[in-house]
C-alpha cells in the first residue's frame, strides 16, 4: 500500500505560521461583524443532491464533489444506471443558509442578520487564490427588503477589509434588473438574457469579440449581438450610459443613492463606482450584484448580491435575502504577498527540565509561567551546545533551564 | 425540484445560542493547549482513497464517506467496474496528521506539539451525541517516546475539561502490549489477537458472553475462549490481576508509574485508574491507549493513545507519535444538559432609525456605540406597541430610540 504524501489536488496544509495569520484574519472578520449585530451559525458542509441541484448556481454545478451512495441504494443506482450520489458537498454558503433559515425561521428574529466563516468545495481548475478547498466569511441580512439591507453588507465588509490592512477597494455594484433592460433594448429576446450574461460574465477573460462570437454561435439574432458588440467596444460601462439606453428607472436610482452612500462612508479609503459589466455568475441573483475590487489583483476579493427567490423555493413563500461573501483564500494569499503578520499571540517559552524528572514536578513548574508564555516542556538535552540555534529556529523567544529564571533565547 | 428543509441524515443546523455554547467550549480548549506550547495546524478534510484505505482505522474504515470520480475516471471506472471514488471525507485527525508531519517534517520542530480542531466524517447510525458530521479537538506529540509525552496529552486535555467545568471524570489506561500479553497467556495465537481485540471492544455492550461466543465462532482454540470467559466474568481488569497473570512487565510498570503522576495533578478532582478492558477500535495503536470517562455518560469523552507506525508508512522511517482527541460533539451534548451559558459577550442593542433615513447617517451613528454593543440597526416600526415584546424575544438588552439615549430594554 503506497500512501500519497500531498493532499489532494486544490487542496493545502496549513503550517502553524500560516494558521496563525488565518486565525487573526478570521478573528478580525467575525469581531467585526458581530459588533454590527451579526450572528453567527453553522450548517453541515454536506447537502442534498436534490437541494444541490435545484440551487440555482450556475457554472457551480458542474464542480461539485459528489458523495456515493451506500450499501444497497449503490447496488440499485448502479444496476438500474440511476444517479450514483444522493449527497454533494456544498459549493458555497449560501444554498445551506437558505436551508437553514427555511428549516428555522420559527426559532430566528426578523430581520435576520448572521454571519458564517466555513469551508466550501470545488472541483475547479486550481490557480493562484483559487482553491478546491476554500474558506468563505458570509453575512447576510434575511427579511430586509430595503436597499439599507445592501448598504450594511458593503459597507461593513470594508470595514472588516479595513481591519485586516486592506485599502483603496473598490465596490462594483450593478443590477440584474438593468443588465437585463439593456440587453433587452440590444434585441436580445427575454429567454436569451440568463444565456447572454453567462457570455457576459467572461468579458474581463475573453473581450468583447470572445462574448460576441459565443452569442453568434447560439444563433443569438445578429443585430442584438451587433449592437451589443459595439456597447462593449465603446467600454463605457457607466451609470449615465445605461441611463442613456434604458431611460430613467427606479433600479438605476437605488443603485445611484447607494453608491452615494457608500462613497461618503468610504471616505476616500475605499471607493463604490457602478459597472454594468458585473454579472456574477449564480443564477440565484434578482437584484443588486456586487464586489470587491483590489488594485493590481485580478479578479475580485468579496461577492454578492441579492436573492430573494431562493429562501420562497423551500417556503413556497418568498423573503427577501442579499450577502456579500469574503473570499477568505484571496484575502490569506494577499496578506501572505504583503508578508503581514498577526498580532503577537503569547511569546513561546522552552521549559527544560532534567531528564526522568517525574511529570508532576515538570507540570507544575508550567502552571506559573502559563500566563504570560505559551510553554513547550522539554527535556534538557546532553549536548547544550545545539540548543540555541534550535529554540532560535523554532521560534522560541524564551528558555528557562533548570533552576535558573527565565530569559531570552 | 423539492429542496428539502433538513439537513442530510446525522448532521445538524447550529443555531445561534448553541453556536456560542460551541464558540465558547472551542476557545477554552484552544487556549488551553496553545497555553502548553500546542501550535495549530490545518488539514484537507478530503484524503486520497488509498491513503484513507491503508490507514488501519478499523470499523471507520467501512464509514468513509467516498466522493465520486469524476469525467473521464468515472467513465473509465464504471464501465471496466472499478472502484468508483478517488477520494473520501476523513473519519478522524489521525491519518491526515500523520501525512501532514510526513509532507512537512522539514519545516516543522521536532518534538512537534500540535492541535487540530476540525471536523471528521462518520457514515455510522446517529445517536445521542453522535454524529455524521463531527468537530474533534485533538492534541498530538511526534517525534518524542518518551511517557511524558502520554503524561501531557491526558493532563492537558484534563485541564481543558476543567476550563469547561467538568470534573469527577476518570482517564482510564491500558497498554495494548500488556493486552496482547494476557491474550496470549490465554491460549490465543498471535494472529488471532487483533481478531479478539475487535471483539474484547465490544464487551461493554455485548457481556462476557457475548464476546465468548464471537470467538468461538471464529474458531479460536476452545481452551482460550474458556479461560478469556473465565477472566471476564470475573471483571477485575486491575493492573495486579494482570500482572499476577503475566508477570512483571516494563510496559506495566510505566503504566503504573503514569497513573501515579497523572493521579498527583489530578488531586481528586478526577483521577486516572488502569483497565485492561480498554481497547480502543482502531487498529493503528501500538502502545498505550487511553480514553476519558464521564459519570453518568455512557462512552467516552475523549480517546487516544500512541501511534508509533503510522508516521513511518508514508516516510519509511518510523517515528514516535501520541495523542489524544476530545469528542466536541458530545462535549456539547454534555454542555447543552447541563444548560451551561458561554460567559457573557458584548450585549446585543437595538438602534432604532427614521425609516428612510441615509444610510451613512445610521452608520455614523453605530460607530460609537459598538466598542460596547453589539448593535443592530433597524428602522422605528409605525406600531411601537409589540417592538419591546419583540426586542426582549430576541435577546435585545438594550434599545436606542432616534434622538434618545441609550437603555434596557
Avoid at 428555522?104 to 442578520?113: I, Q, V
Avoid at 508532576?360 to 522539554?378: K, W
Wanted: aromatic residues 10%.
Amino acid at each position: 500500500m503506497t500512501m500519497r504524501l500531498a493532499p489532494p489536488k486544490g487542496m493545502a496544509d496549513v503550517l502553524p505560521a500560516e494558521m496563525a495569520l488565518r486565525e487573526w484574519a478570521q478573528a478580525v472578520i467575525l469581531n467585526t461583524y458581530t459588533d454590527y449585530g451579526f450572528t453567527r451559525i453553522g450548517t453541515p458542509a454536506i447537502e442534498d443532491a436534490e437541494n444541490l441541484a435545484g440551487s440555482e448556481g450556475g457554472d457551480n454545478l458542474n464542480l461539485i464533489y459528489q458523495i456515493l451512495k451506500r450499501g444497497d441504494k449503490l447496488a440499485e443506482a448502479v444496476g438500474s444506471g440511476a444517479q450514483l450520489w444522493d449527497l454533494g458537498l456544498r459549493y458555497d454558503l449560501t444554498l445551506p443558509l437558505a436551508r437553514f433559515y427555511a428549516a428555522n425561521r420559527e426559532a430566528l428574529p426578523s430581520p435576520f442578520k448572521c454571519v458564517q466563516i466555513d469551508r466550501a468545495y470545488r472541483a475547479e481548475r486550481p490557480q493562484k487564490g483559487r482553491m478546491r478547498e476554500l474558506t468563505q466569511c458570509d453575512i447576510d441580512i434575511l427579511g430586509d427588503d430595503s436597499i439599507n439591507a445592501e448598504a450594511e453588507l458593503i459597507a461593513v465588509t470594508a470595514e472588516a477589509l479595513g481591519g485586516l490592512g486592506f485599502t483603496g477597494f473598490t465596490a462594483r455594484i450593478n443590477d440584474r434588473r438593468a443588465l437585463r433592460g439593456t440587453l433587452l433594448k440590444f434585441g436580445f429576446e427575454e429567454g436569451q438574457i440568463a444565456s447572454a450574461c453567462v457570455s457576459f460574465d467572461k468579458f474581463d477573460k475573453i473581450g468583447a469579440g470572445g462574448v460576441a462570437d459565443e452569442l453568434s454561435a447560439r444563433n443569438m439574432p445578429e443585430s442584438a449581438v451587433a449592437a451589443f458588440r459595439a456597447f462593449m467596444d465603446a467600454g463605457d460601462f457607466s451609470i449615465g450610459r445605461v441611463r442613456a439606453l434604458i431611460g430613467e428607472n427606479a433600479e438605476l436610482d437605488a443603485v445611484s443613492g447607494l453608491i452615494g452612500e457608500l462613497n461618503a462612508i468610504g471616505g476616500g479609503a475605499w471607493s463604490a463606482e457602478y459597472d454594468l459589466s458585473l454579472v456574477r455568475g449564480q443564477g440565484y441573483y434578482t437584484g443588486m450584484v456586487f464586489e470587491m475590487a483590489y488594485p493590481g489583483y485580478g479578479g475580485s476579493i468579496a461577492g454578492g448580491g441579492r436573492y430573494d427567490g431562493m429562501i420562497g423555493k423551500f417556503t413556497g413563500t418568498p423573503t427577501p435575502a442579499v450577502g456579500f461573501s469574503i473570499g477568505f483564500e484571496r484575502i490569506i494569499d494577499i496578506l501572505r504577498e504583503q508578508n503581514a503578520r498577526p498580532a503577537q499571540s503569547k511569546p513561546k517559552l522552552a521549559m527544560l527540565h532534567e531528564p526522568g524528572a517525574p511529570f508532576r514536578e515538570i507540570f507544575a513548574e508550567i502552571q506559573p509561567l502559563r500566563g504570560a508564555y505559551a510553554v513547550t516542556a522539554m527535556p534538557k538535552p546532553e549536548k547544550m551546545g545545539k540548543l540555541y540555534k534550535k529554540l532560535e529556529r523554532e521560534g522560541y523567544a524564551f528558555v528557562r533551564l533548570p533552576g535558573e529564571p527565565v530569559k531570552p533565547v
